[in-house]
Protein backbone atom coordinates (compact mmCIF):
# COMPACT_ATOMS: atom_id res chain seq x y z
CA UNK A 1 0.00 0.00 0.00
CA UNK A 2 0.96 3.56 -0.58
CA UNK A 3 0.88 6.61 0.92
CA UNK A 4 -0.70 10.15 0.38
CA UNK A 5 -3.03 8.87 -2.67
CA UNK A 6 -5.81 6.85 -3.38
CA UNK A 7 -5.22 3.35 -4.43
CA UNK A 8 -6.99 2.27 -7.89
CA UNK A 9 -7.50 -1.48 -8.56
CA UNK A 10 -5.40 -3.51 -11.02
CA UNK A 11 -4.18 -0.12 -12.69
CA UNK A 12 -0.82 0.50 -14.43
CA UNK A 13 1.51 2.64 -11.94
CA UNK A 14 5.28 4.13 -12.83
CA UNK A 15 7.54 3.25 -9.77
CA UNK A 16 9.47 5.77 -9.34
CA UNK A 17 12.67 5.29 -7.53
CA UNK A 18 15.16 8.77 -6.04
CA UNK A 19 18.89 8.52 -5.51
CA UNK A 20 20.72 10.76 -2.87
CA UNK A 21 17.91 12.22 -0.81
CA UNK A 22 17.18 9.23 0.70
CA UNK A 23 20.53 10.31 2.56
CA UNK A 24 19.24 13.63 3.85
CA UNK A 25 18.48 12.73 7.29
CA UNK A 26 16.03 14.51 9.31
CA UNK A 27 15.60 17.37 5.48
CA UNK A 28 14.47 13.71 4.08
CA UNK A 29 10.78 14.29 3.65
CA UNK A 30 11.08 17.90 2.16
CA UNK A 31 13.19 16.39 -0.56
CA UNK A 32 10.61 13.60 -1.22
CA UNK A 33 7.71 16.31 -0.94
CA UNK A 34 10.03 18.51 -3.49
CA UNK A 35 10.43 15.76 -5.38
CA UNK A 36 6.89 14.50 -5.47
CA UNK A 37 5.89 18.12 -6.28
CA UNK A 38 8.42 18.35 -9.74
CA UNK A 39 6.64 14.55 -11.18
CA UNK A 40 3.35 16.13 -10.42
CA UNK A 41 4.64 19.25 -12.32
CA UNK A 42 6.18 17.42 -15.23
CA UNK A 43 3.21 14.87 -15.71
CA UNK A 44 -0.03 17.21 -16.14
CA UNK A 45 -2.03 16.86 -18.70
CA UNK A 46 -0.48 13.01 -19.62
CA UNK A 47 -3.40 11.65 -18.11
CA UNK A 48 -1.85 10.85 -14.54
CA UNK A 49 -3.70 9.95 -10.86
CA UNK A 50 -1.72 11.95 -7.77
CA UNK A 51 2.00 11.02 -6.81
CA UNK A 52 1.76 8.62 -4.09
CA UNK A 53 5.05 7.37 -1.80
CA UNK A 54 5.86 3.62 -1.06
CA UNK A 55 8.41 2.78 1.21
CA UNK A 56 11.22 4.85 -0.62
CA UNK A 57 9.87 5.33 -3.93
CA UNK A 58 6.95 7.32 -5.40
CA UNK A 59 3.66 5.76 -7.44
CA UNK A 60 1.85 7.12 -10.52
CA UNK A 61 -1.07 5.68 -11.42
CA UNK A 62 -1.70 5.96 -14.82
CA UNK A 63 -5.43 6.63 -16.10
CA UNK A 64 -4.36 5.28 -19.50
CA UNK A 65 -1.71 2.01 -20.84
CA UNK A 66 -1.19 4.65 -24.16
CA UNK A 67 -0.24 7.43 -21.21
CA UNK A 68 3.54 5.72 -20.65
CA UNK A 69 5.45 6.46 -23.75
CA UNK A 70 5.34 10.61 -23.14
CA UNK A 71 5.32 10.25 -18.94
CA UNK A 72 8.46 7.99 -19.66
CA UNK A 73 10.17 10.62 -21.71
CA UNK A 74 9.08 13.43 -19.00
CA UNK A 75 10.33 11.40 -16.61
CA UNK A 76 13.45 10.55 -17.73
CA UNK A 77 14.27 14.76 -17.43
CA UNK A 78 13.43 14.95 -13.59
CA UNK A 79 16.13 15.47 -11.58
CA UNK A 80 17.15 13.27 -8.45
CA UNK A 81 14.81 10.18 -10.01
CA UNK A 82 17.24 7.24 -10.04
CA UNK A 83 15.32 5.18 -12.33
CA UNK A 84 11.33 4.03 -13.24
CA UNK A 85 9.30 1.50 -14.08
CA UNK A 86 6.11 0.22 -15.23
CA UNK A 87 4.60 -1.65 -12.97
CA UNK A 88 0.86 -3.49 -12.70
CA UNK A 89 -0.71 -2.97 -8.93
CA UNK A 90 -3.02 -5.92 -7.93
CA UNK A 91 -4.61 -4.82 -4.31
CA UNK A 92 -4.62 -7.86 -2.04
CA UNK A 93 -8.17 -8.25 -0.33
CA UNK A 94 -8.27 -9.76 3.21
CA UNK A 95 -8.74 -13.67 2.97
CA UNK A 96 -7.67 -13.66 -0.61
CA UNK A 97 -4.06 -15.86 -1.51
CA UNK A 98 -1.46 -13.89 -3.12
CA UNK A 99 -2.02 -17.06 -6.17
CA UNK A 100 -5.52 -15.67 -6.27
CA UNK A 101 -4.80 -12.37 -6.11
CA UNK A 102 -1.89 -12.16 -9.10
CA UNK A 103 -3.13 -14.66 -11.38
CA UNK A 104 -4.22 -12.12 -13.73
CA UNK A 105 -1.02 -10.39 -13.82
CA UNK A 106 0.56 -13.99 -14.47
CA UNK A 107 -1.68 -14.19 -16.90
CA UNK A 108 -0.91 -10.78 -18.72
CA UNK A 109 2.84 -11.37 -18.37
CA UNK A 110 2.45 -15.07 -19.81
CA UNK A 111 0.53 -13.41 -22.85
CA UNK A 112 3.24 -10.46 -23.58
CA UNK A 113 5.84 -12.93 -23.49
CA UNK A 114 3.72 -15.63 -25.82
Do not use: C
Not at 89 to 114: K, M, N
Request: net charge positive; hydrophobic share 55%; no cysteine.
Amino acid sequence: MWYGAVMFASAQVAVLRYHEIALKGRNRPFFVRRLAENVARVTAGLGVGPVGRASARLVLPLRSPDAWPAVRARLERVFGLANLSLAHQVPLPVGVSPEVALAPIVDLVLAQLL
